[in-house]
């Protein structure tokens, strides 16, 4: 699972992979008052998108919360589409931390229809095979969101660890 305190509420958050297929996960979420005891929500939080570059395999979500924003709950997640196996990194957002999370731009609202860190293009980079596990942080006193994440090239099954900023969520 990924832990998220919501620096606003002091609530505590679980998100966790699930799934009812193997190929078809969702993303689900527990709250918690204390940290101790736990309440699952009944439906999944985020689920696969159909016919899309994130129809499958839909994973390791990282939560974080930027001030602000339209919808201020962001969560970063791996996925692949139904056919091919390179997992790339898509982004979700919500406007309260159970949900639901959906493919919209926390500052505007707009559709996302891709990945926002897909595999690199260059097959010399380091992370041109895939990008996965996400973990993100959000500084306040740059506004930048911080983000590392696995990569590995195409040929290799070494997975690195790599490290991105955005400064527009």
Do not use: C
């Not at 509420?9 to 005891?37: C, F, K, M, N, P």
């Not at 942080?137 to 040929?155: C, M, P, Q």
């Amino acid at each position: 699972p990924s832990y998220f305190a919501d620096p606003d509420t002091g609530l505590h958050y679980l998100y966790y992979r699930g799934h009812h297929q193997q190929e078809l996960q969702a993303i689900g979420v527990s709250s918690s008052v204390d940290g101790q005891s736990w309440t699952p929500a009944p439906e999944p939080v985020l689920g696969a998108n159909p016919g899309q570059w994130d129809h499958q395999n839909v994973s390791n979500p990282t939560v974080i919360k930027v001030p602000g924003a339209l919808r201020p709950y962001v969560m970063l997640y791996h996925a692949r589409p139904e056919s091919g196996a390179v997992r790339e990194i898509g982004l979700a957002s919500a406007a309260d931390p159970l949900g639901p999370f959906e493919r919209l731009d926390p500052l505007s609202g707009a559709a996302i229809t891709a990945p926002v860190l897909p595999a690199s293009a260059n097959p010399s980079y380091l992370d041109s095979g895939r990008t996965l596990h996400p973990s993100a942080r959000y500084d306040a006193d740059s506004g930048l969101v911080h983000l590392w994440y696995n990569g590995r090239t195409a040929a290799s099954s070494v997975l690195r660890i790599f490290h991105a900023t955005s400064a527009d969520a």
